[in-house]
T-cell receptor, first 116, second 115 residues
């Protein structure tokens, strides 16, 4: 149990749908992250938030829209996705500000997204 | 360029065998951190270890041990007396200092431990 939860665990959506992924951390951490894990590819960092402020957008298409209302919650809003966006989306959090030397990220179980 | 290579895509062993997962990294930085994570079939990445670039002492935690060799830019992970529950994908990752928390992951090694 790492204290990072994600809902839903599985999501199937059409290309015209709008859906949101939710992440919640119960660890009192200050930084939160979204990663994408596609089959046969390394994990790719998408977004980083420090104290609710976005500090990194790793050239992610605008059809992915993150939201961080507070340090404990992180959302990923999805709209007009493509089949190639099908992947496991992982949320992570860390105690320190992202980039601090002793920063360790703890991950949630992920949302398995399928875009039809 | 920063890069992490896990050359072993898949490894299959029989229970109780020892197994070593290789990790080779590339960086020009003098200060950096290396990590190992385990991803069981449930999908969640489980943190195993963090090692900074100035600490080359090997570490042992139960059946797990890590060998950090700066001279060869390697950070290998050994599981002694493997068990079926060790079956998972294992990721090695590199984090540079002052890089906004970005972890550079290897491709992962899928370990299958058969009874």
């Amino acid at each position: 149990e790492t204290g990072v939860t994600q809902t839903p665990r599985h999501l199937v959506m059409g290309m015209t749908n709008k859906k949101s992924l939710k992440c919640e951390q119960h660890l009192g951490h200050n930084a939160m992250y979204w990663y994408k894990q596609s089959a046969k590819k390394p994990l790719e960092l998408m977004f980083v938030y420090n104290f609710k402020e976005q500090t990194e957008n790793n050239s992610v298409p605008s059809r992915f829209s993150p939201e961080c209302p507070n340090s404990s919650h992180l959302f990923l809003h999805l709209h007009t996705l493509q089949p190639e966006d099908s992947a496991l989306y992982l949320c992570a959090s860390s105690l320190q500000l992202a980039g601090a030397l002793t920063d360790t990220q703890y991950f949630g179980p992920g949302t398995r997204l399928t875009v039809l | 360029a920063q890069k992490v290579t896990q050359a072993q895509t898949e490894i299959s062993v029989v229970e109780k065998e020892d197994v070593t997962l290789d990790c080779v990294y590339e960086t020009r930085d003098t200060t950096y951190y290396l990590f190992w994570y385990k991803q069981p079939p449930s999908g969640e990445l489980v943190f195993l270890i963090r090692r900074n670039s100035f600490d080359e002492q090997n570490e042992i935690s139960g059946r797990y041990s890590w060998n950090f060799q700066k001279s060869t830019s390697s950070f290998n992970f050994t599981i002694t007396a493997s068990q079926v529950v060790d079956s998972a994908v294992y990721f090695c990752a590199l984090r540079r200092n002052n890089q906004g928390g970005k972890l550079i992951f290897g491709q992962g090694t899928e370990l299958s431990v058969k009874p």
